[in-house]
């Protein structure tokens, strides 16, 4: 079993920055590829950004070039620095891992708003 739980969402104004942290617990051993998912109201959820074990990453092209993954592959926990926030980046961002099955954290709340 593997524990996520994430931390650093919160409200922020268009063109801000916020940094987004996931801490894995339990089997961490077990752990491949880790990574950001988000769900907007209505909409389904989406791929934000995931990093492999050998640090490879991955991006959602509307996302790309604004936020970075980032990893402690020792301490299994990933970070997202979100930089140049939109209105439409506003949505439950999800922390996933891979160990031989998926887990999901509980989500964090990120609302880009004047």
């Known amino acids: 079993q593997v524990q996520l739980v994430e931390s650093g969402g919160g409200l922020v104004q268009p063109g801000g920055s916020l940094r987004l942290s996931c801490a894995a617990s339990?089997?961490?051993?077990?752990?491949?590829?880790m990574g950001w998912y988000r769900q907007a109201p209505g909409k389904q959820r989406e791929l934000v950004a995931e990093?492999?074990?050998?640090?490879?990453?991955n991006y959602a092209d509307s996302v790309k070039g604004r936020f970075t993954i980032s990893g402690d592959n020792f301490k299994k926990t990933v970070y997202l620095q979100m930089n140049s926030l939109r209105p439409e980046d506003t949505a439950v961002y999800i922390c996933?891992?891979?160990?031989?099955?998926?887990?999901w954290g509980q989500g964090t709340q990120v609302t880009v708003s004047s």
């Open positions: 339990g089997s961490i051993f077990s752990i491949s590829d």
């Open positions: 996933y891992a891979a160990a031989g099955r998926g887990y």
């Open positions: 990093i492999t074990r050998r640090g490879t990453s």
